[in-house]
């Protein structure tokens, strides 16, 4: 029997049984050393494959679990999104429908403010008038000192005080007089005020035109100044046209009063204009009597 060749021996090997990586037998390969390193590779190639599925497949399973639950909160969070909105679109509802009403119950309240403030105005303008009416024949006696009655009765003091100060024809008649009501003053300061109330309009009005025409007023050596017994709403209203009136003066051909309560007229160029509002007197004398100069 011929005896093996080493040689051949050495080139001649066997790969022995091997598993892949999933515990499952290889077939036994026979193979030259010329061929033993295709084969190797072949079957490594093949290993490596089946173990980049396998990862491919946990993976896969992985992620497809993770998306299964991501989707499950998005799903979640979805529906829970939806119930709010659908809440906050019911308030925004019900909010939207408040606001109207109340737009509307403002604009209603606006209103009848409105045409309450209208009424206000009418009736304060009223009881002014009224209560103006009532001091229509009033006189004040301002820089009389006190202690002039001298024990006489007020209303004969006022009567000879108008006659004399005035040189009237006649004594004027007189309903009421007496000194304004506050506490008698100290010395130094200034006397209270004579108030006097004339039985007739026409000699208050007389009164009146005498009092314009003359430029110093004296009795008894005090110097004194007549005026209308004014409200005090009144006398601050005329006090607002003071300004205007200083800038009538001296206007050639322009000619100016002002009416009670409060109205100046102005008169110029055969034009007679009357004004309630002080500025809009003063933006007219601006305007027309200023630049035509």
């Not at 173990?51 to 799903?75: F, H, M, Q």
């Not at 206000?120 to 009881?127: A, H, P, R």
């Not at 000619?255 to 102005?266: E, N, S, V």
């Amino acid at each position: 029997m011929p005896k093996p060749d080493p040689v051949r021996s050495q080139k001649l090997s066997r790969v022995g049984p091997r598993q892949y990586s999933d515990g499952r037998p290889q077939k036994n390969l026979w193979c030259h050393s010329g061929a033993t390193s295709v084969v190797l590779t072949t079957v490594v190639d093949s290993q490596l494959l089946y173990t980049i599925e396998i990862k491919i497949a946990d993976a896969t399973s992985v992620l497809r679990g993770e998306l299964a639950s991501l989707k499950a909160e998005n799903d979640s969070a979805i529906v829970s999104l939806k119930n709010k909105m659908e809440t906050n679109a019911s308030a925004i509802v019900e909010l939207t429908d408040a606001a109207n009403l109340s737009s509307d119950t403002v604009r209603d309240l606006e209103r009848s403010v409105e045409t309450l403030r209208k009424q206000v105005t009418t009736l304060t303008e009223k009881c002014l008038d009224l209560e103006g009416r009532s001091k229509r024949n009033n006189l004040r006696v301002a820089g009389l000192k006190e202690g002039r009655e001298n024990g006489r009765d007020t209303r004969e003091l006022a009567a000879q005080l108008l006659k004399d100060a005035l040189d009237l024809d006649e004594t004027p008649l007189i309903d009421r007089a007496h000194r304004a009501l506050r506490r008698k003053p100290g010395d130094g300061e200034p006397p209270r005020q004579l108030i006097i109330r004339l039985h007739y309009c026409h000699t208050f009005e007389d009164i009146m035109k005498k009092v314009m025409g003359t430029k110093e007023l004296v009795y008894q050596g005090d110097k004194i100044r007549i005026f209308r017994d004014l409200l005090a709403e009144v006398a601050k209203r005329r006090a607002m046209f003071t300004p205007v009136r200083r800038m009538l003066r001296d206007k050639p051909g322009v000619r100016y009063g002002l009416l009670y309560p409060a109205k100046l007229r102005i008169s110029h160029d055969d034009t007679e204009k009357f004004f309630t509002d002080p500025e809009e007197a003063r933006r007219y004398v601006a305007r027309h009597l200023e630049e035509a100069e």
